[in-house]
Structures are given as structure tokens and as C-alpha cells.
Antibody, heavy 117, light 111 residues
Framework: QVQLQESGPGLVKPSETLSLTCTVS????????WNWIRQPPGKGLEYIGD???????NYNPSLKSRVTISVDTSKNQVSLKLTSVTAADTAVYYC???????????WGQGSLVTVSS | QSVLTQPPSVSGAPGQRVTISCTGS?????????VHWYQQLPGTAPKLLIY???NRPSGVPDRFSGSKSGTSASLAITGLQAEDEGDYYC???????????FGGGTKLTVL
């Protein structure tokens, strides 16, 4: 059974960089796209961006200038960096695999990141 | 403002049937892209419920079904159970944004 686990600091200061890692277990990172999705408290889901195992990326235009997603196939990990964060970036951040019919068929449990001084 | 439009809330009594609509446009659902549905129970991560507009992943009860027509899609839940209470999201692909888009979510309350 594929499992995804997000990890990283739960608190980031305004203007600094948010960094999260998604570790994939129970399956290979190869031959799949991997998404980052976020959910502000009490709100809906927002696509941040995705990466193919080969390294090609696609980002949400509204976040593109601040986002970098990378992959490390040797560690079965996908990483997210979001620069110049503000309180509006406070959210639960999820990584998810693109699978069945191009749906997001496996999700991590999520990592709450709070932006505050 | 979400690219896909869902009603904020729906409700029904145990055993009843409810439907949740998801309205898009000609750059997403209307362009033929599949719709996927996710269930998010309180305090948990979203879980895939319907993929490819109509298909259920292994383990999802057949009480859940999906349909699609034109620029809209729907999720139907029959035989409502208390454990179905939570938020439901639709998702498709948008050619103008070149990426996945979500509905704003619908909160299901089982009365």
C-alpha cells in the first residue's frame, strides 16, 4: 500500500521560505506525477503545483513566482519550497499522487504550516 | 472564487439520497476532461471517492456514484449514513490554467 508522509517545520516567519518534504513508501516514485495541494483553515483545496518523476514541473500561475518543487528519486521524496510567505500561506499542505484516471488517488495526512512571527 | 462551482451545503436524513453538483465551463468539464470526487471527513485528508467521472476505487461502496453531462457533473449518495458527514470536493483539469482545479467544496450534513 502506497503511503505518503509530509514533514517540515510547523511554524515559519513572514517573508521566510516554507520547506516541506513528502516521503513515499510502499511504492516507487517513478512513472507518476506528484502534486502539492494546500488547504487554509476552514477553506477549500488549492493546487500548488506538480512534478513528474523525471523532474518536469507545472505550477499554479498564482503561486508560480514563489514555488519550487523538486524530486529525489534515490530517496523517494518530493519537496516543496515556497518563498516570501505571508499569513495567507497558513494552511495544511498535502502531497498527493496522480494515479487512477489522472485523479489524486493517494494523499499524505497533511502538514499544518503556520506563518507567524 | 473557485473555477468549479459547488453548493456550499447539502443535507439529508439517514437512508435518503442526496446529490452534489459541480458546474464548470468549456475550458474544463465542458472540454471533456474527467471529473474526480473526494471525500474529506472531519480532521482527515481528502480521500478519492470517484475517478474518471463515473468510476469507484476499490473499497468505495456502491452507494456513491458519479455522472457528467456538458459542463457539469454530479455526485449521488444513496442510503445516507451518519459516517458520510463531511466535505466533498470535485476536481477536473482546466486547459486555460494548464492544471487541476477544484470546486469550493460541499458540506454534507446527515440530519
Amino acid at each position: 500500500q502506497v503511503q505518503l508522509q509530509e514533514s517540515g517545520p510547523g511554524l515559519v516567519k513572514p517573508s521566510e521560505t516554507l520547506s516541506l518534504t513528502c516521503t513515499v513508501s510502499g511504492g516507487s516514485i517513478s512513472n507518476h506525477y506528484w502534486n502539492w495541494i494546500r488547504q487554509p483553515p476552514g477553506k477549500g483545496l488549492e493546487y500548488i503545483g506538480d512534478i513528474y518523476y523525471s523532474g518536469s514541473t507545472n505550477y499554479n500561475p498564482s503561486l508560480k513566482s514563489r514555488v519550487t518543487i523538486s524530486v529525489d528519486t534515490s530517496k523517494n521524496q518530493v519537496s516543496l519550497k515556497l518563498t516570501s510567505v505571508t499569513a495567507a500561506d497558513t494552511a495544511v499542505y498535502y502531497c498527493a499522487r496522480v494515479g487512477l484516471g489522472s485523479s489524486l488517488d493517494y494523499w499524505g495526512q497533511g502538514s499544518l504550516v503556520t506563518v507567524s512571527s | 472564487q473557485s473555477v468549479l462551482t459547488q453548493p456550499p451545503s447539502v443535507s439529508g436524513a439517514p437512508g435518503q439520497r442526496v446529490t452534489i453538483s459541480c458546474t464548470g465551463s468549456n475550458s474544463n468539464i465542458g472540454a471533456g476532461y474527467d471529473v474526480h470526487w473526494y471525500q474529506q471527513l472531519p480532521g482527515t485528508a481528502p480521500k478519492l471517492l470517484i475517478y474518471g467521472s463515473f468510476n469507484r476505487p476499490s473499497g468505495v461502496p456502491d452507494r456513491f456514484s458519479g455522472s457528467k453531462s456538458g459542463t457539469s457533473a454530479s455526485l449521488a449518495i444513496t442510503g445516507l449514513q451518519a459516517e458520510d458527514e463531511g466535505d466533498y470536493y470535485c476536481q477536473s483539469y482546466d486547459s486555460r490554467l494548464s492544471g487541476p482545479v477544484f470546486g469550493g467544496g460541499t458540506k454534507l450534513t446527515v440530519l
